[in-house]
C-alpha cells in the first residue's frame, strides 16, 4: 500500500506548522551568495580593512584632501591609485618573515590587495571593477618588486620523508630535550606527527579486526573536520582509516590505545589486560570498542604541564610548534622542518600511486592548481637525462635534494657558548632595559608596569638569543663541512647530544628504557612485544610524577615499604 496522498490545504498546513511563512524571507533570498566566505577569510578581511581604517584617520589627522572613500553603504569603490598607497602603506608597515630585509614578499602584498577588495566589497555592497583588481594585482607582483619595496623571495620547498620521520622519533626518544615535555606529549606528539604523515591532517573510531580465528588487530578511522575552506566542520568531514603497522616506529595505534585507556574514554575498557580479554563474537569481522557518553566530547590530543597535569583543553598549536622546532634542531637540521613538508612529501608520493581525484581528496583539495602551486618542492621530480636516453629513471640525487639532508649536520649546536650568551645579555639595550626595571622597583612603581617592561625584556632577549643561535650555527656548519674536507671524512664526529635525563629516566622507571628501545626499532615487533608497549605506554603517561622512587621503593598503599619505617608518606 503506497504512502497517503495529502490535499493542497494538508500541505499548505503542514509546512506552516513546520515554519514555513509565505514571503517572510524575501528580502533576505534577494542577497546573492550571503555567505561566500569561510571565518579565516572573514578575519583576514576584518584585519585588513582595520588597516584600511587606520590609514584613513591618520590621513585625515594629518590634513590630507581628498579623504579616500569610506566602509559606508553604497561608499564609491577606491580608484586605483588609492588602493594602491594604500598598499604601499601595508607594505611599509608590515614586516616579512623570509626577505631577509624584513621585507614583505610580491605574494603578501597580492593577497592583502584580494582581501581589500573582497572586505571592501562586501561591507559596502559596491562592486570594484575587474580590470582595477587585475591591474592593482600585476603592480603589486611587477613594479613593487622592480622597486624594491617588496621582495620575490619564497621559502626553500622540501620534502619530510620518511628518513626524517625516523631521524624525529629516534631523537624525541632518546635524546635530552631542551624544554620540558610532560610524559602525555611524549605520546601525543609522535601520533600527531604520524596522522600528518599518513593524512597531510578529529573524531576518531577506533575497532578490532579479525586476523585469524582467535586473534585481532588495532583499526580506526580519523573524520577530519577542521580543512581547508570546510564551512561545516561540525558536520562535513573527511574521513582516513588505517590500522596497526608492523614495525612500532611507524604504528601509531599504540599511542591512540594508551591515551584512550588513560582517559578512561572507552566503555567497559579501562585497562590494558581488560583490552587482551576481549575476542571479535564468531560471525563477526570487527568488533566496534565505544567511547563513553561523557567522553565524547573530551579532546584526545590536550595540553599538558608540569604544574597542572593534563588538562582538558586541546593541545595548543604554540606547544606543538615549540616541541616540533626542538626535535628538529636535536636532530641536526639548520632549517625548519614544517608541517607543509610533510604533506608536500605525502604529496608526491600519492602522485606516484593513485590518480589525481584520489590525491585531492586525501590531501583535501579540488582544486588541482593548488597541488602545482604548494605541493611540488623546488627541485623537479623528473629525472630529465634518463627520460632523454630512454633509460630506467635514477631518483637518488633526486629525493637527497628534494630532502632536508642537504640541511643536516649531526652535533648541531642546540645552543650558544658561554661567552656568547654573556657577551649577548650585556648588550646595551638590553642592560638599559634591566636598568629601568631597577629604577621602576626603586621608585615603587605598579607591578603591572614593571611586569610589562620584564616581559619586553624577555622578548628582546629571547629574539637576540635566537639570531645569535642562528648564526653561530651556520658558522659552525661551515667548519664542521671544512674540517670533513680536511680529515677526509674519516674522524668520527663528536657527539654532543646529551642523554643525562633519559638514562636517568631509564634507572628510575623501567618500561621507559623498554619503551625507547621499541620506538625506535626499525624491525618488525611480535603481538607480545606491541602489547608490552602499550601497557609501557600507559604506565608512563597514568603514573604519578610528582615524587620519583627506585623500583621496589614505591610506597605500598601509601605507606613506606622499608621495613621497621611503615611512615604513611602521603601526609
Same mark, same amino acid.
Request: aromatic share 10%.
Given at each position: =500500500? ?15 506548522? @513546520? ?31 582595520? &588597516? ?11 590634513? /590630507? ?13 577606491? !580608484? ?5 598607497d594604500f598598499l604601499r602603506f601595508q607594505a611599509a608597515r608590515g614586516r616579512g618573515r623570509i626577505d631577509k630585509q624584513g621585507r614583505i614578499t610580491d605574494s603578501s602584498l597580492v593577497a592583502i590587495a584580494e582581501w581589500f577588495f573582497a572586505g %571592501? ?21 611587477? !613594479?613593487?618588486?622592480? !622597486? ?11 620534502? %619530510? ?6 631521524? %624525529? ?30 593524512t597531510g591532517a578529529r573524531d576518531i573510531e577506533i575497532a578490532l579486526q579479525r586476523t585469524s580465528s582467535s586473534d585481532w588487530k588495532v583499526i580506526y578511522k580519523l573524520k577530519q573536520g577542521f580543512i581547508k575552506n570546510n564551512k561545516f566542520p561540525?558536520?562535513?568531514? %573527511? ?5 596497526? /603497522? ?14 584512550? =585507556?588513560?582517559? $578512561?574514554?572507552? !566503555? ?56 616540533? $622546532? ?13 608541517? &607543509? ?20 581528496? &586525501?590531501?583535501? /583539495? ?66 638599559? =632595559?634591566?636598568?629601568?626595571?631597577? /629604577? +621602576? ?10 611586569? $610589562? ?9 629571547? $629574539? ?28 668520527? +664526529? ?19 628504557? @623498554? ?27 597514568? @603514573? ?5 622512587? +627506585? ?21
Amino acid at each position: =500500500m503506497g504512502r497517503k496522498q495529502l490535499s493542497t490545504e494538508e500541505v499548505w498546513n503542514l509546512a506552516e506548522a @513546520r515554519g514555513y511563512k509565505l514571503g517572510a524571507y524575501r528580502e533576505i533570498d534577494g542577497i546573492w551568495d550571503r555567505f561566500p566566505y569561510g571565518k579565516k577569510t572573514k578575519n583576514d578581511h576584518k584585519t585588513t580593512l582595520q &588597516h584600511y581604517t587606520q590609514w584613513c584617520d591618520a590621513l585625515k589627522m594629518k590634513g /590630507h584632501a581628498p579623504l579616500p572613500p569610506s566602509l559606508s553603504e553604497g561608499a564609491d569603490p577606491p !580608484d586605483p591609485c588609492t588602493s594602491k598607497d594604500f598598499l604601499r602603506f601595508q607594505a611599509a608597515r608590515g614586516r616579512g618573515r623570509i626577505d631577509k630585509q624584513g621585507r614583505i614578499t610580491d605574494s603578501s602584498l597580492v593577497a592583502i590587495a584580494e582581501w581589500f577588495f573582497a572586505g %571592501f566589497e562586501y561591507t559596502t555592497s559596491s562592486l570594484i571593477s575587474p580590470n582595477v583588481k587585475w591591474a592593482v594585482y600585476k603592480w603589486a607582483k611587477n !613594479d613593487m618588486v622592480h !622597486d624594491g619595496l617588496v621582495s620575490n623571495a619564497r621559502k626553500v620547498k622540501q620534502l %619530510f620523508g620518511w628518513k626524517e620521520w625516523t631521524r %624525529f622519533n629516534t631523537t624525541f626518544w632518546t635524546i635530552d630535550e631542551s624544554i620540558f615535555v610532560h610524559p602525555r606529549n611524549k605520546v601525543q606528539f609522535p601520533f600527531l606527527i604520524s596522522l600528518y604523515c599518513w593524512t597531510g591532517a578529529r573524531d576518531i573510531e577506533i575497532a578490532l579486526q579479525r586476523t585469524s580465528s582467535s586473534d585481532w588487530k588495532v583499526i580506526y578511522k580519523l573524520k577530519q573536520g577542521f580543512i581547508k575552506n570546510n564551512k561545516f566542520p561540525e558536520t562535513v568531514k %573527511f574521513g582516513y582509516a588505517s590500522g596497526e /603497522h608492523r614495525n612500532a616506529l611507524y604504528d601509531d595505534t599504540q599511542y591512540l590505545l594508551a591515551m584512550a =585507556m588513560a582517559d $578512561k574514554a572507552i !566503555d567497559g575498557i579501562d585497562t590494558p589486560e581488560q583490552l587482551w580479554q576481549l575476542q571479535i563474537p564468531p560471525g563477526d569481522d570487527t568488533l566496534i570498542l565505544p567511547w563513553r557518553e561523557e567522553k565524547l566530547g573530551l579532546p584526545v590530543i590536550r595540553n599538558a604541564t608540569q604544574a597542572g597535569g593534563v588538562t582538558e583543553q586541546p593541545l595548543s598549536l604554540g606547544i606543538f610548534r615549540k616541541i616540533f $622546532k626542538n626535535t628538529s634542531i636535536h636532530s641536526g637540521y639548520s632549517i625548519d622542518a614544517t608541517i &607543509h613538508a610533510i604533506r608536500r612529501s605525502l604529496g608526491k608520493m600519492m602522485d606516484e600511486r593513485y590518480t589525481e581525484t584520489q590525491r585531492s581528496q &586525501h590531501i583535501n /583539495h579540488t582544486d588541482p592548481r593548488i597541488y602545482g602551486q604548494s605541493y611540488v618542492a623546488n627541485t623537479s621530480s623528473v629525472d630529465g637525462r634518463s627520460a632523454f636516453l630512454n633509460e630506467p629513471a635514477q631518483h637518488g640525487p633526486i629525493d637527497n635534494f628534494q630532502s632536508f639532508e642537504m640541511f643536516r649536520e649531526k652535533g648541531l649546536p642546540v645552543r650558544l657558548p658561554a661567552e656568547r650568551e654573556a657577551a649577548v645579555k650585556a648588550r646595551l639595550e638590553l642592560a638599559a =632595559m634591566r636598568s629601568q626595571i631597577q /629604577h +621602576l622597583k626603586f621608585m615603587g612603581k605598579s607591578p603591572k608596569a614593571i611586569k $610589562k617592561l620584564d616581559n619586553q625584556l624577555r622578548a628582546k632577549y629571547t $629574539k637576540q638569543m635566537k639570531k645569535e643561535l642562528k648564526q653561530y650555527q651556520e658558522q659552525w656548519i661551515q667548519e664542521r663541512r671544512r674540517w670533513k674536507i680536511e680529515t677526509r671524512g674519516k674522524v668520527e +664526529l663528536n657527539n654532543d647530544c646529551r642523554t643525562d635525563l633519559i638514562d636517568a629516566l631509564s634507572a628510575i622507571i623501567p618500561q621507559y628504557r @623498554r619503551l625507547t628501545r621499541t620506538m625506535i626499532c626499525a624491525h618488525d615487533i611480535t603481538q607480545s612485544k606491541r602489547r608490552q608497549a602499550i601497557e609501557d605506554l600507559y604506565s608512563f603517561i597514568t @603514573r604519578d610524577f610528582t615524587v620519583l622512587y +627506585l623500583p621496589g621503593e614505591e610506597p605500598a598503599n601509601g605507606i613506606c615499604p622499608v621495613k621497621n619505617c611503615k611512615t604513611d608518606v602521603e601526609k
